[in-house]
């Protein structure tokens, strides 16, 4: 796990999706306690919540490798970060989707596979409006589509992750909508509203209570005995109260508190 951590932290941002599946029967809550107490920030999520049925999650562990065609390159335990890079040299546009696209879309296809999403967006549409190929449109089409797509879902991981709390992630998802879309109506108006994220008192407030939590968790690495773990995460949650980081130290103490599962 501290190695698939590693991996985890030195692909991020090139295209690849990481996560663990958690197959002995631990709630979310305790995922998010074992977690923190690892310091590991990829996603980790439950087999019964996960759609991955048809793969082996009992013979444990066991790392797959499935490239941007839903093809397995690698599955076992060892050496994948060379699968993985192979993966990605297969891969001419990253995030787009399209392996190939018509040659007046490769500029844009270009700068979409760069992260600069405003400027693809601003060339797919100016193709758009020319009255292109059937096949051009259908190319630009597609990219305007994605370009989005990918606005959308991180607008809607902002609106969440500001509900639940968690500003930093906001602020995260923010920045990426602000440098992907800079100079667009969409990239200025996330630079704003990260910049007036930055002043506010509860978001400041909020953003030292999930460090804090953060630290909390990492000490409880070193406590061998559950109710010392319990103790600390509740006496967090008081100190901490009103705050979501306070509630979700209570959340994982309840979790961790009768669990047979959870050390």
């Known amino acids: 796990m501290p190695h698939f951590q590693k991996a985890y932290e030195s ?8 996560f663990a599946v958690e197959g002995d029967g631990l709630t979310r ?3 998010r306690a074992f977690a923190g107490e690892w310091q590991y920030t990829f996603p980790i999520v439950t087999l019964a919540d996960s759609k991955l049925s048809g793969y082996d999650m009992v013979t444990m562990p066991a790392t797959y490798v499935i490239n941007s065609f839903g093809r397995v390159m690698f599955q076992g335990d060892g050496d994948y970060e060379k699968y993985i890079d192979a993966g990605l040299e297969d891969v001419k546009y990253p995030n787009l989707g399209k392996q190939a696209v018509a040659d007046d879309c490769e500029k844009a296809a270009e700068a979409f ?14 193709l758009l409006a020319g009255e292109p190929a059937e096949g051009v449109a259908a190319d630009a089409k597609f990219i305007v589509e994605r370009c ?3 606005s ?7 609106d969440s992750a500001k509900e639940e709390g968690r500003y930093q992630d906001a602020m995260d998802y ?3 909508l602000a440098d992907g879309f800079k100079g667009s109506e969409i990239g200025d108006k996330a630079d704003d509203e990260m910049k007036e994220l930055k ?3 509860d978001a400041k407030a909020e953003i030292k209570a999930r460090k804090d939590l953060a630290k909390t968790l990492a000490s409880n690495r070193k406590v061998k005995n559950k109710e010392d773990k319990l103790t600390a995460l509740y006496k967090f949650y008081e100190k901490n109260e009103g705050t979501a980081a306070a509630n979700d130290a209570k959340e994982m103490a309840e979790a961790i508190k009768d669990s047979k599962l959870f050390k």
């Open 11 to 18: 692909y991020k941002g090139k295209g690849v999706s990481f």
């Open 29 to 31: 809550a305790e995922n």
């Open 113 to 126: 596979g760069k992260g600069d999403y405003a400027k693809a967006k601003e060339l797919a549409n100016a």
């Open 148 to 150: 989005d797509t990918l």
């Open 152 to 158: 959308s879902a991180w607008r809607t991981a902002v």
């Open 174 to 176: 923010l920045e990426k």
């Open 199 to 201: 002043k506010d008192k």
